[in-house]
């Protein structure tokens, strides 16, 4: 299983009072953008529905979408990536800034295993002689 983790900002859970556009996914993580589905950057701002479930066995439908105008309107500005429709499982799960967004997802499954676990708890962690944690950016870490 894979399981890649993230570190919650202010403007992740909302309480920066700014729209939130959903949560930031790094472009420069090959890993990371390859657990995910793939999006064709030749389309214009192509996207994923991602079933997901939850812990109490909630199931879930998230919108995994590369925001690329830069590359497709003259004043286009945008190139990232964001999982998105996220904000009412977050509210939900009562997250907070410093909590951390869990989505893991066994090889050939078709869901995807989303959680919160909060601050001052700790993230499952890897036995010592196990998988190793590591930071990549933007608040996301992954397990192997």
Wanted: with cysteine.
């Amino acid at each position: 299983m894979k399981k890649f983790l993230k570190t919650l900002s202010a403007n992740d859970v909302g309480s920066t009072g700014a729209h939130m556009g959903g949560i930031l996914i790094p472009k420069g993580d090959a890993e990371l953008l390859a657990f995910l589905p793939r999006l064709d950057p030749k389309e214009y701002n192509p996207d994923e529905w991602i079933q997901c479930v939850t812990p109490d066995g909630r199931e879930l439908r998230l919108r995994y979408v590369y925001y690329n105008n830069r590359f497709h309107k003259p004043k286009g500005t945008r190139n990232e990536y964001r999982i998105t429709h996220l904000t009412k499982f977050l509210r939900m799960e009562g997250a907070k800034e410093g909590d951390t967004f869990e989505i893991s997802k066994e090889d050939g499954a078709a869901r995807y295993l989303i959680n919160v676990v909060k601050a001052e708890q700790e993230p499952d962690e890897p036995a010592d002689d196990g998988p190793v944690r590591i930071k990549i950016s933007n608040g996301w870490r992954r397990i192997h």
